[in-house]
Structure formats: C-alpha cells, structure tokens
C-alpha cells in the first residue's frame, strides 16, 4: 500500500514528481516521431505536367504523381508522348529525369535519341546581295554567335562581322518559334563604295539586330525567315547609318 503524499518527505514526492513529468516527455516524443516517420510526405510528392500537344504553347492537361509508371507512345522532335494506361500527354524529354518509376537505362535511350549536336553552322542569303555564315553555341539559356556578312557588288562593297546572343521570343508549336538577335561589331567598306559612308572608306562600329522565325525540319535541320538591321556610326560617332534586309537562314546542328 502507497502511503498518502502528505506523509512523505517533500524530497521524495518532487523526485517522483520529476520522474513522472520527464516519463511523459519522452513517450510524447516517441510517439511523435512515430507519427512523423508512419506518415505520408505529401509536401515532397512531385507531380509532373503533361501537355495536351508536342510544344509549350500546347496547354497542360494532366497532373501525374511522378511514382506513377508512365510508357512512351511515341517521339516528335524533343517531345514524348506518355501514358499511364489511362490518360495521356506529352512531355518535354529534358524533363523525363522527374519520372522515378522510369528504368534509368531506358531514360537515358530516351533523353539521348532527341540529342543533336550543341553547336550549329548556319548559311545565309539576303537582299541586297548579301550572303554570309554564322557559327553559333549554346550560353546559359541563350546562343552565342559570330556572323559574318558580305556584299560585293559595285558601290555596296561591304563586309561586316558581330558577335552577340540568340534568344527564344515565343513558340507557337514544337517546330515553329520566334528568335531575337542582337549584337555588336564592325562594319568595313570598300573603296569606291558609298553603302555606309560618302566620304570615308574602312572599319565603322556597328550594332546588328534582328528578329526571325525559325522552322525546325529536322533535329538536325532548320531554316528561318530572318530580318536583320545593321546600324554603323562614322565621323566620330555624328553619322548615323542604318541598313536593313531580309535573308533566309539554314542551320545545321554539329
């Protein structure tokens, strides 16, 4: 028989009081982390987006768990058409690594069938009888580019090299987008020419924008309708001279 409190030493009712109160502690602490370990992590839970069309203009149309086996249907460009038996969309290959129920060896057949050379070459034809090349490369999430242009004829004898960026304005569908270009250079005139200047001859710094839209044939492959505007300053910067023309635009990936 356990005697009243009021009959025992203060002492030992504070210990067991003490004893009591740090018991309770730590079985509210196991059963707390009981809980936090048994329970689902629903804030972690990815959820990956499919489109209702190959291309990010194409809407999204269905949310799927990413632990849910999904099966490609089928490819066009860098698209993948995917299915869980039930419902299906599309989805960009870069994203694929978001799938953790896909078969690493079969991800990576799959990320690597879309893959083209990073670094294009393309060729470019214009009024003006302008013509030219230019060697581009992927920067961060922009191109890099080095172009270079050349009219011979007669009194528009002239030559011009830019570096500067390529940037995706929109896209419309996973073939067809809208490009920026913009940068800087020089532009260098023949004698006997008066396309820039009427009175000197020689290298004249430039500016060279540009805005095109770009048909992607093939990985490999595209060809573009381009506008390009070529701005030079002469006579210490008072002369101002501007030139514009369209050219079509093949680029092969390397």
Not at 42 to 64: H, K, M, N, W
Not at 71 to 88: G, I, K, S
């Amino acid at each position: 028989m356990i005697p009243p409190m009021n009959f025992l030493p203060r002492q030992i009712v504070y210990q067991y009081y003490i004893q009591v109160n740090i018991s309770l502690i730590i079985g509210m602490l196991v059963f707390l982390c009981t809980l936090l370990l048994s329970a689902p992590s629903f804030a972690s839970l990815d959820y990956i987006q499919l489109r209702s069309g190959p291309g990010l203009a194409y809407p999204i149309t269905l949310e799927v768990p990413s632990e849910r086996p999904l099966r490609a249907l089928e490819r066009r460009l860098e698209w993948y058409l995917m299915t869980d038996e039930r419902n299906q969309g599309w989805i960009k290959a870069s994203e694929l690594y978001k799938l953790d129920t896909l078969p690493r060896d079969e991800l990576w057949k799959l990320i690597n069938d879309t893959h083209t050379g990073s670094n294009s070459i393309s060729f470019i034809a214009g009024t003006d009888s302008v013509f030219g090349a230019e060697y581009g490369r992927p920067w961060r999430n922009s191109d890099v580019w080095a172009m270079l242009l050349r009219s011979p004829s007669g009194n528009n004898d002239w030559s011009s090299f830019h570096l500067g960026l390529k940037q995706q304005f929109t896209e419309f569908t996973d073939v067809l987008s809208v490009n920026w270009l913009a940068g800087a250079g020089f532009v260098y005139e023949g004698s006997g020419s008066d396309k820039w200047s009427s009175d000197n001859d020689g290298l004249f710094p430039s500016i060279s924008l540009g805005l095109e839209a770009s048909w992607k044939i093939a990985p490999t492959f595209e060809l573009a309708t381009r506008i390009n505007s070529l701005m030079a300053v002469d006579n210490g910067f008072n002369d101002f001279n501007q030139r514009t023309h369209l050219a079509l635009v093949w680029t092969i990936k390397i």
